[in-house]
């Protein structure tokens, strides 16, 4: 199964932007779909962005449309999520997530956090307003 381990987290300030990464320890290229999630204190985890496995198509939630993006590199088995203008309300740990593709080849990305089976610690992003 595959393992997943985010970085690149931190403090910032509002309008600052950050660069996630996710780093897997197989090839997720045609193999899974990648998602990243965060939570906030108190509050439940949300779906953020994900990344079909072909790399070809991606989904992002209303709030984060238009200043994240997420992207991948097969050659490193690592996926981004690229956050610009971020704002106080982005404070959360982000979470890289995992689905795998099933035999059929159809993906549908899901953003429920119970279809995904492979989950990284978490990284801290922190901003400042």
């Known amino acids: 199964q595959v393992q997943l381990v985010e970085s690149g987290g931190g403090l910032v300030q509002a309008g600052d932007s950050l660069r996630l990464s996710c780093s897997a320890s197989?090839?997720?290229?045609?193999?899974?779909?990648i998602a990243w999630f965060r939570q906030a204190p108190g509050k439940e985890r949300e779906f953020v962005a994900a990344?079909?496995?072909?790399?070809?198509?991606?989904s992002y939630a209303d709030s984060v449309k238009g200043r994240f993006t997420i992207s991948g590199d097969a050659g490193k088995n690592t996926l981004y999520l690229q956050m610009n203008s971020l704002k106080a309300e982005d404070t959360a740990v982000y979470y890289c997530?995992?689905?795998?593709?099933?035999?059929?080849?159809?993906?549908?990305?899901?953003?429920?956090?119970?279809?995904?089976?492979?989950w990284g610690p978490g990284t801290q992003v922190t901003v400042s307003s």
């Open positions: 990344i079909k496995s072909t790399g070809g198509s991606t």
């Open positions: 997530a995992a689905k795998r593709v099933g035999s059929s080849g159809i993906e549908i990305v899901s953003q429920s956090i119970r279809s995904y089976a492979y």
């Open positions: 197989e090839r997720t290229k045609n193999r899974y779909i």
